[in-house]
């Protein structure tokens, strides 16, 4: 089945305690990008892949980090967690010339304590 | 700086009823717009458009954009208490996604 598999589903951590989210896709996409959801702010774009070792900054890249050493896998890296990073993160990926937009995971929920 | 705006931001209707939901939009590098549907959970995929006037179509969904005017509407007929979610537009702009903040609709039975 093709999906994007984000891990973990929710985690709770403290402060400065670096942590890694993992993103895997399994349909070839070029593209890839995570992006953060907040209540009454919608949906932003952290970074983005064109592939591989090829990455750049969304609207909110601070406090981020991001490799794509593989096409399949796009990690998220926060190197000292705050209180101000817990949110709804999102993975998703597309082929970059399609017609299907974007594939999702099902998203991680981070708390930071 | 890119923006994408939806209106309105929350929306209930009666089963039955037609809704229909707006997204206006200032990018440079236009490339695509895009409809999602998230339920509690990952968006889903709607519609891609990226051409004027051209209406696309599923089931009670259908969607068109207007490139002159910068603008986007999703239409949905004949709504059922299924349709509840919150639909998001986005904007392909050069290699970023941009998100409006979404319509929240609430069909009640």
């Known amino acids: 089945e093709a999906q994007v598999t984000q891990n973990p589903r929710y985690l709770i951590t403290v402060t400065g305690k670096k942590l890694t989210v993992t993103c895997s896709q399994n349909?070839?996409?070029?593209?890839m990008s995570w992006y953060r959801q907040d209540p009454g702010l919608g949906l932003r774009q952290i970074y983005y892949?064109?592939?591989?070792?090829?990455?750049d900054k969304g609207d909110v890249p601070e406090g981020y980090k991001v490799s794509r050493k593989e096409k399949r896998n796009f990690p998220l890296i926060l190197e000292s967690p705050s209180p101000n990073q817990t949110s709804l993160y999102f993975c998703?990926?597309?082929?970059?010339?399609?017609?299907?937009?974007?594939?999702f995971g099902s998203g991680t929920r981070l708390t930071v304590v | 700086e890119d923006k994408v705006v939806q209106s309105p931001l929350s929306l209930v209707v009666h089963e039955g009823d037609t809704v229909t939901l707006n997204c206006s939009y200032e990018?440079?590098?236009?490339?695509?717009l895009l409809w999602y549907k998230q339920e509690k959970k990952a968006p889903t995929f709607l519609f891609m458009l990226t051409s004027s006037g051209i209406e696309k179509k599923s089931g009670r969904l259908s969607s068109i954009l207007d490139k002159k005017e910068l603008f986007s509407i999703l239409n949905i007929t004949a709504t059922q208490t299924g349709d509840s979610a919150v639909y998001l537009c986005?904007?392909?702009?050069?290699?970023?996604?941009?998100f409006g903040k979404g319509t929240s609709l609430l069909v009640t039975p």
């Open positions: 349909m070839n996409h070029e593209y």
């Open positions: 998703a990926s597309s082929f970059w010339q399609d017609g299907y937009g974007y594939t």
């Open positions: 990018v440079t590098n236009f490339r695509s």
């Open positions: 892949s064109m592939n591989v070792e090829v990455t």
């Open positions: 986005a904007v392909e702009a050069g290699y970023a996604l941009n």
